[in-house]
């Protein structure tokens, strides 16, 4: 069946780094584009960084531009973000989303919880 499962978030102090990654299974992940989503507590949720099936062409949200990378591997099926210069505002639960750029059919993981203090 589909699956989308992050990992690597957790508690990191401001400054610091994360990195998180989404292994994808059950579907053709090197045909899917790929993107990272956040949702704060009282937030709607927000596009973090998209990269295409290719991983030539990547886009990020203004809010992380410059800190953040979207990669992927389409032979291990999982794409990643690399989280630098973490602010309090980065606070949020992570999401991967896969959509098939043949069908436009979407999936989502179950996130993973990034907390930024010191």
């Known amino acids: 069946q589909v699956q989308l499962v992050e990992s690597g978030g957790g508690l990191v102090q401001p400054g610091g780094s994360l990195r998180l990654s989404c292994a994808a299974s059950?579907?053709?992940?090197?045909?899917?584009?790929m993107s990272w989503h956040r949702q704060a507590r009282g937030n709607e949720r927000e596009l973090v960084a998209f990269?295409?099936?290719?991983?030539?062409?990547?886009r990020y949200a203004d809010s992380v531009k410059g800190r953040f990378t979207i990669s992927r591997d389409n032979a291990k099926n999982t794409v990643y973000l690399e989280m630098n210069s973490l602010k309090h505002d980065d606070t949020a639960v992570y999401y991967c989303?896969?959509?098939?750029?043949?069908?436009?059919?979407?999936?989502w993981g179950q996130g993973t919880q990034v907390t930024v203090s010191s």
């Open positions: 059950g579907f053709a992940f090197d045909m899917c584009n």
């Open positions: 989303k896969a959509v098939s750029a043949l069908t436009n059919q979407a999936f």
């Open positions: 990269i295409l099936p290719t991983g030539g062409s990547t």
